[in-house]
């Protein structure tokens, strides 16, 4: 814990841009009328999510209890009583302990996650790109002297910004098109229409093209890699349980949100935006654990 | 989960309320100077509590982290790289199942959890009423219709409040004085100068009155019970090791901050101010419960 007075500067700068980032985003998202909901730390269900995370689960009054990796299925059922909402979601993900040298990971992150009732895929991608151009802006004004000393020089994109599929993106950059693609970009990129087979059961399937997701990623410039993911979800329950079993996963873990699809769940689409690789596109940081005071690095204890 | 319409309309109004008392609270802080940091979730310290709950740990590269109870001794670092923090920060107690009937916990919340760089007690109870007061009248601004239907005519308090020693509180009103002093009130009511066998060992005892605590509390009038809990801090390691003691906890538990307090902590003063428990108030709620989408009561289960 113990700081050089440079040290001291240089977190004090980020941390006081980071704070403006959740202030503008909070701002922006209360004038488009969404309501924000405390986040949720443990339930009952999670994101499975598709790559090997550890489970994280704490016992409690006689039931298992995971941290969350994502707000999701909260998300979706939200919409039932709130036409959009956000919420500060603080996630945890046990990740591979090598995945430290990403620059990109931390097992504790607060994700912005947000969901609109009936939203498209398409407004969705316009709101996420006012969002990121509102945000940079706003810090632009008010951090002017941090960005300065942390010798950032930092531009607001211009709208819309170019898109590729899927396929376009893997076809010239390969499987591992992130990085590779987000490097060569000079201005964040989305990346639309996921096969099925590499996403998770949540992400609606385009009813006229089969196999073909209804979602999207973005990616910053500059080889920051990912920096929002999202898409229209599933909500019939038929088609929850097909998808859930494509992904090899059992339909009994799911009962509570194959039960609240039958119940009803209203058609929504929504996205997750990491603050802190948010914070450090915005800054130019070598590594995202400078985004927090008290980083969670994949592999590393803390002392505090 | 299932919500008939006049449920689904209350619920609605009560989270509209909840987002409006954030995004209220925050603009204020800001104002005041104040960073927001994002909330630490796992930690390897957390705080000790003097009431017996459980543990909730989690075991994850080699170590165990305990989830949050409350960022007290991270808003005490904190404070050393920014003068003034705060956090939204989502803590996890594990209470007594029998608690669920107090209509006042959840085992799962959010704190806005504040520390202030040099502050003294006094600075932050002008602090909490001026939070408080700016809240109130905010959501009494934009919340009109939904106080309405909630049916809860609510007044903004007068300042400064009324202020007790614990002394004065447990003469009149016995040990247990929260809820029948704050059932009596009809403006919110401090409470200050706990002795130093009833709180945690954070809290700093007067130089000038051995065994008194430069703490305070606040109740909420109507009988909703406390409403924030802070204090100046102990920050010198030799004084900080004696509290440990006294409070019967062993210093090896807390090396961690034993060395922080070594390396140089900032005297600072602060407080936690529960989200859930003000939106109670602010909405007239029976049980804190109502001011959750995704409640988490003690000795329950949830579906979601």
Chains 1, 2 share one sequence.
């Not at 039958?262 to 603050?275: H, K, Y």
Request: aromatic share 10%.
């Amino acid at each position: 814990m113990f700081l050089s007075d440079r040290e001291r500067e240089r977190k004090a700068a980020i941390l006081k841009v980071e704070s403006e980032v959740i202030g503008a985003a909070r701002e922006f998202l209360r004038e488009e009328g969404f309501v924000e909901l405390l986040p949720v730390i443990v339930a009952p269900l999670t994101d499975p999510l598709r790559h090997n995370t550890d489970r994280a689960l704490i016992e409690a009054y006689g039931g298992h209890w995971h941290l969350t990796r994502s707000m999701i299925f909260h998300k979706q059922a939200a919409v039932g009583v709130c036409e959009k909402i956000f919420s500060f979601s603080p996630n945890i993900r046990v990740e591979p302990p090598d995945w430290k040298e990403t620059g990109r990971h931390l097992w504790e992150f607060v994700q912005l996650d947000l969901e609109v009732r009936n939203g498209s895929r398409e407004e969705l991608m316009d709101l996420g790109e006012r969002l990121l151009v509102y945000v940079l802006s706003r810090v632009l004004a008010t951090c002017r002297a941090e960005l300065e000393a942390l010798g950032r020089e930092l531009t607001v994109p211009t709208r819309p910004f170019p898109t590729f599929t899927y396929r376009e993106a893997q076809r010239r950059f390969g499987d591992d098109y992130e990085i590779a693609l987000s490097r060569e970009a000079r201005t964040p990129v989305w990346i639309v229409d996921f096969p099925i087979d590499v996403r998770e059961f949540y992400d609606r399937e385009d009813p006229e093209r089969p196999g073909i997701l209804l979602d999207m990623d973005l990616l910053y410039p500059e080889g920051y890699g990912e920096a929002l993911s999202g898409g229209e979800r599933e909500y019939l329950p038929e088609r929850i349980r097909r998808r859930i079993e494509l992904q090899g996963l059992d339909p009994a873990q799911y009962r509570a949100l194959l039960s609240l699809a039958e119940e009803g769940l209203p058609p929504s689409a929504g996205f997750g935006i990491g603050v802190e690789r948010l914070v450090r596109y915005i800054c130019g940081l070598p590594h995202v654990a400078e985004a927090r005071l008290f980083p969670r690095v994949p592999g590393e204890l803390s002392l505090i």
